[in-house]
Structure formats: structure tokens, C-alpha cells
């Protein structure tokens, strides 16, 4: 029997929310004997930082994209991935990015395949006008559309009526403590040191509470030219937090993080569905989040297994990270809620939701 032939595309598998789930899924469909799985990575950066199963057949351009003459190496790119969609001949592609799905919707104009598309952003984000007026065009040409959030299918159901939608949350890895790492009194934040993540607030809010035992570490590196690592040492100088603030920048085993920390803050304004908060609860973690307008809320349970802020009231997010510091009860029982309520987001449960939704629906 011939093999499906599911092709999955994304610009990038470097460090990042949407890259760890296209890697998962990757690796989760590659297990499947019925499926041969191709992968297509077509950015501008292009190193691989998650591992991919070695049965997965990766695909990239020989040519560099270059930034400075950044409309040839658009063009260039949609002409190769047009050509590598005409050679694989795949049974389904399925395109992750906000921006990108764009891209591989143009390149398969007048082809016979069926697209998928995984829309990752905040449902609101303003993308520019050209790109909000591209996505406008091309979307309803898709075969479906994936989104993480409910919240996010009642605000594009407004926009694409006629478009074949669905909601699947994310795939959340199961973190265990098999080495035995024993917590310490430390609050965690993983995620991009970008202005949208609100480190320079979580400082501030941490260095009001006084509990002199506790540190708060940030996992997480610069991105999209914002050098914010370099304001926020400044911040950390300049409030005297040098020892109980702890800048960790990109970490390959952040699993040991999640599993040495007691507590997870998180203080983004903008998300889609994120990954962070789930693999915190899988690894036994109380979260405090902003409620902003997608994405936390369907994961935490609020006061069971977290507490949801509304955005930037950082008076009450102060006050319940307070209280879970000093309440080791508390503290412990959410996490192992956290624990329990994360399982709906199990991995191979995720992949087969998307493994259902891409197979069991035609063209409209």
C-alpha cells in the first residue's frame, strides 16, 4: 500500500513556540508507517534546533536569503518551494506562520494540492496592511484552517466565512523529573526577550515583594533585532538584583529549568496558544499569566492550577505570586493540578487531531 505523503512547511525550526510544535508534529506523524513525511524549512535561517526524527525527509534551499535585497529572495524562495510542491507530489501540505502561510498559498495557486493552514499569532495582531490584506485574499483558498484557541475561531469565522476551521490546541510535552532534580525557590519565565514578553515588568514586580530567599530567573534570548537583554541587565543593575535576578539566556535543557523552579510567571500581552505555560504545568508548576486576549485562558484553570491576571493589573499579580511563595501548600497542590489538567494536551493525542482534520476533509 502507497504511503501518504504529508508535507509540512514552516520558514524556521530555530528556538520558538511555533517551531517546537511543528517539530513535534513532525516527529509524531513520522511514527506512523502509513505516512512518509516531508519537511520543508525555507526562511532565512534554517539551522535545525529541535531534534527530527531521521525518517523525515528535510528539504531546504541551496541559496541563502539574503535581507538586503529582500524581494528577489522572496521570489526566489516561492519559486522553489513551487517546484519542490510539483517534485514531492504530497497528498496534503500543512503551512505554519502568520506570514508565511501566505507565501505557500501563492506558490500553490492552480495546483492540484490540498493546503492546510496553522495560523499561530495573537488573533488580533496587526500583521501591516499588506499582510493583513494578503491573508484577506488568499486564506479562503485554503482547504482548512487550524487555529489554537476558541477565541481565535470566533474572531476569523467573522473574516472567512466559507473557510473549513477548527480548534486544536497545542502539543505539550510530557516533562518528567527522572534525574531527581530537587526545586528551589526560584520563579521562572521561558520566553523570547521581546517587548511583547514584559520581562522588564516581571522585574519590577519581583523586586517589590520581599522574600529575600527567592531569585527569579528569564530563559530566553534576543530576537527580531530588539537587543532587550541589554535593558534588562540595566534594569536588574540599576533596582540592585544582580543576585536574585538571573539573565539565562538560550538554553538547550530548559526542561531542567521548569523542573528546578517552584514557581512560572509569565507577563506576555500578545500570544496565540502558549507552549510555555503547558510544559511549566506538565513539569508540576502553579503559573501566574497575564489574561491576555488568547491563549492563557484556555490552558490555566483559574485558582486550580493557576491564577489569571487581568492584563497589566501588576498590583494583583504581585499579590497572587506573593501568595504562592509563601504558601508551600497552596503552592504544591496547584502544581500537581497543573499536572493533571495539562494530560488533555498530550502530544500524540494532538498530532492524531491534526492527523483527523487533515485527512478526513476534501476541497470545498
Known amino acids: ?18 517551531e517546537r510544535v511543528m517539530a513535534e508534529l513532525t516527529n509524531c506523524f513520522s511514527e506512523n508507517s502509513k505516512i512518509e513525511v516531508h519537511l520543508i524549512i525555507y526562511g532565512s535561517k534554517r539551522e535545525v534546533f529541535y531534534p527530527i526524527a531521521k525518517n523525515v525527509i528535510i528539504h531546504k534551499p541551496i541559496f541563502e536569503f539574503n535581507n538586503e535585497r529582500r524581494l528577489i529572495s522572496t521570489l526566489k524562495t516561492l519559486f522553489f518551494l513551487r517546484k519542490k510542491f510539483k517534485k514531492i507530489n504530497p497528498d496534503i501540505i500543512l503551512s505554519f506562520g502568520e506570514f508565511w502561510n501566505n507565501l505557500v498559498l501563492i506558490a500553490t495557486i492552480g495546483l492540484k494540492y490540498p493546503v492546510y493552514i496553522a495560523d499561530r499569532s495573537e488573533p488580533l495582531m496587526n500583521l501591516g496592511a499588506f499582510h493583513n490584506n494578503l491573508r484577506k485574499l488568499l486564506y479562503n483558498n485554503a482547504t482548512g484552517l487550524i487555529l489554537q484557541t476558541q477565541q481565535a475561531k470566533k474572531i476569523y469565522q467573522k473574516q472567512f466565512k466559507k473557510l473549513n476551521i477548527t480548534v486544536i490546541g497545542n502539543p505539550i510535552r510530557d516533562i518528567k523529573n527522572n534525574n531527581n532534580i530537587q526545586r528551589k525557590n526560584i520563579i521562572l519565565m521561558v520566553g523570547r526577550l521581546v517587548k511583547t514578553k514584559h520581562q522588564d515588568r516581571l522585574i519590577k514586580i519581583f523586586a517589590k515583594i520581599n522574600i529575600p530567599d527567592w531569585k527569579l530567573v528569564l530563559v530566553g534570548y534576543d530576537h527580531i ?18 543576585n536574585r535576578v538571573i539573565l539565562a539566556g538560550k538554553q538547550m535543557n530548559v526542561e531542567d529549568y521548569y523542573l528546578k523552579s517552584k514557581i512560572f510567571a509569565f507577563t506576555s500581552d500578545s500570544e496565540g496558544f502558549p507552549n510555555v505555560i503547558g510544559e511549566a504545568m506538565s513539569a508540576g508548576l502553579p503559573v501566574v499569566a497575564y489574561d491576555c486576549i488568547a491563549g492563557p485562558s484556555e490552558i490555566i484553570n483559574d485558582s486550580e492550577d493557576g491564577f489569571l491576571i487581568p492584563l497589566f493589573d501588576d498590583k494583583f499579580f504581585q499579590l497572587k505570586l506573593n501568595e504562592l511563595m509563601e504558601n508551600d501548600n497552596l503552592r504544591q497542590q496547584m502544581g500537581e493540578n497543573a499536572r493533571n489538567n495539562i494530560k488533555k494536551f498530550n502530544k500524540d493525542l494532538i498530532a492524531e487531531k491534526f492527523l483527523e482534520f487533515i485527512l478526513s476533509h476534501k476541497k470545498h
Not at 500500500?1 to 511555533?18: D, F, P, R, T, V
Not at 533585532?225 to 544582580?242: G, T, V
Open 1 to 18: 500500500m502507497l504511503k501518504k505523503k504529508i508535507l509540512l512547511a514552516i520558514h524556521s525550526l530555530q528556538a520558538g513556540g511555533m
Open 225 to 242: 533585532k530588539q537587543k532587550n537583554s541589554i535593558s534588562l541587565a540595566k534594569l536588574i543593575r540599576e533596582l540592585q538584583l544582580e
